[in-house]
């Protein structure tokens, strides 16, 4: 097995070759003066099973263009079997119709990596299962879940606890946390504008006064979802408020916002190449689930259980 990476993330992508103690396979993945991208792969991969880590974050079409242009020089080096680790699906809002005359993004970007020779994908947290039916290829979604449950036990155990899904969409994640942290109660935040041009307003579903939440969500982009709803909990009486997030996209002045915000602790994975002010927040901590990516791979490559890791 191989284990190559574009440069979305190497950092992850070194943790997971290290987990498996592989070293990444010796390529360069460059651009022309015009921006092009250019790949070379520098040592032999015929016959190989190979795994190409690229993560489609911000710049989420750069990104993907990377990833698309390493499947076809594996493909034309002969590999044997070609698995793209997408950690972090970019696109995978766009996996609907909003209104008319509109694309399914998702769709669209499961047909290239298909397309450019995929044969298998391996994802975290996809932001709605469904997206597993874009590929017409064998897709394996993995759940930052067990690695959540397991720091929140260390960190925040001994506390009354109460997971809160930040919106209705997010449910059946928070169920699934909650059980896992000794059948937790649950709450939901719904946020319900009742005439167009009024302020929105957030319901609280579920008793938090005097909880310690524990917001759980796929993405955090700007961080409005998450710090308004934090915010919401406290003004209905819950203790502290700290969020697990899989995909700490934050884009624009979202970590200024956290750091602003009523939440005690922003946990991420790193899926996605932390920046610097993420970093540097003393608000956000990352927590690692290269060893959860590195165990699926290894399955993959033996053709043993993948589900078996959630068990
Ligand atoms: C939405 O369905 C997602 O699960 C996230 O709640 C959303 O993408 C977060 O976006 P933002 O941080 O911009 O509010």
Do not use: W
């Amino acid at each position: 097995m191989k284990i190559m990476a574009g440069n979305s993330n190497l950092p992850l992508a070194r943790a997971i070759a290290g987990y498996l103690e592989l070293p990444l396979t010796d390529a360069a993945v460059r651009r022309f003066a015009d921006e092009e991208i250019f790949v070379e792969i520098h040592e032999n991969v015929r016959g190989e099973d190979v795994f190409i880590v690229q993560s489609t974050s911000y710049p989420a079409n750069d990104n993907l263009m990377e990833l698309l242009i390493c499947i076809d020089a594996l493909k034309r080096a002969s590999a044997r079997r070609i698995t793209a680790v997408v950690p972090y699906f970019g696109y995978a809002r766009q996996d609907r119709k909003p209104g008319p005359r509109t694309p399914i993004s998702a769709k669209l970007v499961a047909n290239l990596i298909t397309e450019a020779g995929a044969d298998r994908v391996l994802s975290v947290d996809l932001h709605a299962g469904q997206i597993q039916g874009f590929f017409d290829i064998p897709t394996d979604n993995l759940y930052a879940a067990p690695a959540m449950a397991a720091d929140i036990q260390a960190r925040y155990g001994d506390q009354e606890l109460m997971v809160v899904s930040p919106d209705v969409g997010g449910v059946v994640r928070a169920r699934a946390l909650a059980k896992r942290l000794d059948n937790a109660p649950l709450a939901i935040v719904d946020k319900r504008r009742d005439r167009p041009g009024e302020s929105e307003v957030m319901n609280i579903i579920g008793e938090v006064k005097g909880r310690h939440c524990i917001l759980i969500d796929d993405i955090v982009d700007s961080g409005g979802t998450l710090c308004n709803a934090a915010q919401a909990l406290l003004d209905n009486g819950a203790k502290s408020v700290v969020a697990y997030i899989t995909h700490g996209v934050l884009s624009g002045a979202a970590v200024q916002k956290v750091n602003n915000s009523a939440l005690k602790e922003l946990v991420i994975s790193d899926t996605i190449l932390a920046t610097d002010a993420a970093k540097e927040s003393d608000r956000i901590r990352i927590l690692s689930i290269a060893t959860l990516i590195g165990e699926a791979v290894r399955r993959i490559a033996d053709e043993s259980s993948v589900s078996s890791l959630f068990d």
